[in-house]
């Protein structure tokens, strides 16, 4: 719950009384509605009707989101604090009143997590044949075993570093797991602290035994350990699969690392850091700027400490004195300390515990010729087109947009935004192609993605060595934009060709997020786009463009507007409804307006995977407003807004959410939707995404989100299924070309998905 209860009723104006739509009570806390979304990943992994392995994975990604959030939202909050800077939020709240309900929030959370993962996942992990458990539990020859591996494998890894007046205490780098050790020297009855660094970059977090080792470079890989281990293939337990923590086995092994010593205590903790980059509007090199930033991040100021359940109060109150933090920024953990090594267990190869494979079809309209690829720009020439990834095939329509341009002899000018992208792109090599053709290649490459940084200063060296254009945005304004801009000679003229869409040119999310693309040659929309990227490449103040809105500039004023002509359409007695999809929604001038068009009798629906900072179900207020939360396999990233008013009807897609560092801080577009079977298809979206009755949560008045159920009687309703359903049929009645079957998740598909992202409203 996002908030204490009853504010609705308080807030219930007198008939006739006028309402301050300003009040702290009309407001969720951001922080703390971001927290509500954890939860409901969280209550993903808790829910036994998901496949085992899906659920354990859920648990991983809750880690990673809530690591992520530290790093970013409350190392943010601190710096507030630290400046003395205590202004409350839209909500009332100062910051150190939110971080005191982010700590409370996700202690509760901690628990909850640490009991599923002891009551819950594991017994059913050990039905299946996985038997997580601790060394205490094995049998002698499995800790013969294992004390063989740890000396073989392990030991050559770690390296102790002890505290004393000649050795400073070592610098201890984010998200490390590290063992805090208190030993006494048997010569000189001294009492030492010791660190040993837990060596996950380069050995699995969990050692199995039970099965054959395999060499000690592959020693407990997960895939390896398992390839004998039937149980973990449904059958029966004779074989199963041991696993025991890495940091556990180094634990019980620590006399080896401190020989002549007694071991007094021994714990497990881990650190964040501030991860944030700060980088000056004055920077006269953005990559020499972004690159000392990243420098900078690893040192960091430490936000959060975590750990172990086991650790003594003498233990905890020295690493919070050597750490230099507040006892408020530690946190004790119940249970397994950073649970992002689950992917681990997630990934073992046990098919019949995971969600089966999704059907990723190729768009009818691009199969134009039977037997030959996809022509994409033919079919652009006979309409707009649009693609809704994961369903319709990002690499038989994306990409294959842009390398169909590479080959084509017309083709003068490729120019792209790059905000995340993949290491295995085929479009950054396409754009290489594209300038060692002698064709026109500009990238917008984005240094300053959070957490992809380094990825994108790659990118943009290589790219800069094959002669594209790069241009890198400017400090204060990230450019978030999704498009793609092919201009073509045709005739006597040129011809643009525009894909934009609601997500990233990268083919591992586009597996595991939903998303919209347009590809357009309306004349207008290429004009706008054109324009666009010669003021963000050249030099020159934005321009109000013919059907676009862009931020920072028009899209908060454009989405006013469509607000204001709902309202004035209700007042008027016609038809008028609001229904958007996004991942936030926190900007107060946007929440104002749809207080005053529920006021004004609009009816509003908003479906917001994330943070909500709206309070629904306010008489008088916010009573015709209904908030769903739709959380599942796949990461609701599409944003749409749809506007009714009278016999018309305006429809959006965009990169854009609604939050301040959207509308402000970003170059973004939304484009318009036009074309009746376009509407329809995102309309249809809409709709079911409102009807969803088992991956959806309701917003309460109160700040409490209710899972979804169907009513006796009633079908269950799952939009994600239905989607997936819709493209199957479409597969099996297109070409066999069209349909393409994803297998298992790849290690860049698994490694997306652990570092978060459905937390990342980008």
Request: net charge negative.
């Amino acid at each position: 719950m996002s908030d204490a209860g009853g504010a609705t009723e308080a807030l219930a104006a007198p008939r006739g009384a006028a309402i301050d739509l300003s009040d702290h009570a009309l407001y969720f806390n951001r922080e703390l509605s971001w927290l509500d979304f954890n939860a409901r990943v969280l209550e993903l992994a808790e829910d036994e009707r998901l496949p085992l392995l899906e659920r354990v994975r859920f648990c991983s990604i809750y880690t990673s989101n809530l690591d992520e959030y530290f790093m970013v939202r409350v190392a943010g909050l601190h710096d507030q604090i630290d400046a003395g800077v205590e202004n409350p939020g839209p909500d009332g709240r100062t910051p150190s009143k939110t971080i005191a309900a982010i700590r409370a929030r996700v202690l509760e959370l901690s628990s909850r997590l640490a009991r599923c993962y002891e009551q819950d996942l594991k017994p059913a992990l050990l039905r299946q044949g996985i038997r997580i458990t601790s060394i205490a539990e094995l049998s002698e020859s499995e800790r013969a075993q294992l004390s063989e591996h740890f000396h073989r494998a392990i030991f050559p890894a770690l390296t102790p570093l002890a505290v004393a007046p000649a050795r400073p205490f070592p610098y201890i780098s984010n998200l490390s797991l590290s063992l805090a050790v208190l030993l006494r020297d048997q010569a000189s009855d001294q009492t030492i602290f010791a660190r040993v660094k837990v060596p996950t970059e380069n050995l699995p977090r969990f050692v199995a035994i039970g099965a054959d080792l395999g060499p000690a470079e592959d020693a407990g890989s997960a895939e390896s350990a398992t390839a004998g281990a039937s149980a973990a293939r449904g059958e029966e337990s004779e074989g199963a699969l041991t696993l025991v923590a890495l940091e556990e086995v180094i634990a019980h092994h620590l006399d080896a690392l401190f020989p002549g010593t007694e071991i007094l205590e021994c714990c497990c903790f881990r650190v964040t850091r501030d991860a944030d980059l700060e980088v000056s509007e004055d920077a006269a090199d953005l990559l020499q700027a972004v690159e000392d930033e990243l420098r900078r991040r690893r040192f960091g100021e430490i936000v959060r400490v975590e750990v172990g359940a086991g650790c003594s109060e003498r233990l905890r109150s020295e690493l919070a004195t050597l750490l230099k933090v507040a006892e408020s920024d530690v946190y004790s953990i119940p249970s397994l300390l950073d649970m992002r090594g689950l992917d681990q267990v997630a990934r073992l190869p046990a098919p019949q515990l995971r969600f089966p494979p999704l059907a990723s079809v190729t768009h009818p309209r691009l199969l134009r010729h039977e037997g030959r690829r996809p022509d994409v720009l033919g079919a652009m020439r006979d309409g707009d087109l649009l693609v809704h990834h994961p369903y319709d095939s990002f690499a038989t329509s994306v990409e294959r947009f842009v390398e169909q341009a590479v080959a084509d002899p017309d083709v003068l000018a490729i120019k792209q935004t790059l905000y995340r992208t993949s290491d295995d792109s085929r479009l950054v090599p396409a754009l290489i192609e594209a300038a060692e053709a002698g064709k026109q290649a500009v990238a917008l490459v984005e240094l300053q993605a959070r957490f992809d940084e380094r990825r994108n200063i790659r990118w943009a060296r290589a790219l800069e060595e094959a002669g594209v254009h790069v241009v890198y945005g400017q400090p204060q304004l990230k450019t978030h934009v999704k498009c793609v801009l092919v201009v073509r000679r045709e005739g006597t003229g040129v011809r643009n060709y525009v894909h934009i869409g609601t997500g990233n040119y990268n083919s591992a999310t586009a597996r595991l997020y939903t998303d919209f693309g347009l590809f357009t040659t309306d004349e207008q929309i290429g004009a706008d786009i054109a324009e666009m990227f010669n003021y963000l490449t050249g030099y020159g103040h934005p321009l109000r463009y013919r059907r676009i809105l862009s931020a920072p500039e028009h899209l908060r004023e454009g989405m006013l507007e469509e607000i204001g002509r709902t309202i004035a359409a209700a007042r008027a007695g016609k038809r008028a409804r609001i229904a958007m999809k996004m991942n936030a929604l926190v900007d107060v001038p946007c929440i104002r307006a749809l207080y005053e068009a529920s006021q004004a009798g609009v009816r509003v629906d908003l479906n917001v995977r994330g943070i909500c900072c709206l309070r629904p179900g306010v008489e008088g207020i916010s009573e015709n407003i209904r908030v769903v939360s739709i959380v599942g396999r796949l990461l609701e990233h599409s944003r749409i807004y749809l506007f009714e008013h009278g016999e018309d009807c305006t429809l959006y897609i965009a990169s854009a959410d609604l939050m301040p560092r959207n509308l402000d801080h970003r170059v973004e577009v939304a484009v318009p939707i036009a074309a009746p079977e376009l509407q329809a298809q995102l309309i249809d979206t809409l709709q079911r995404g409102f009807a969803d009755n088992t991956s959806s949560w309701e917003l309460g008045g109160d700040g409490s989100w209710r899972r979804l159920a169907p009513a006796p009687g009633e079908p269950e309703r799952s939009l994600q299924a239905e989607l997936a359903a819709n493209h199957a049929r479409m597969a099996a009645e297109s070409p066999p070309a069209a349909a393409l079957m994803r297998s298992e998740p790849t290690a860049a598909e698994l490694s997306i998905e652990r570092r978060a992202r459905p937390a990342r409203a980008e």
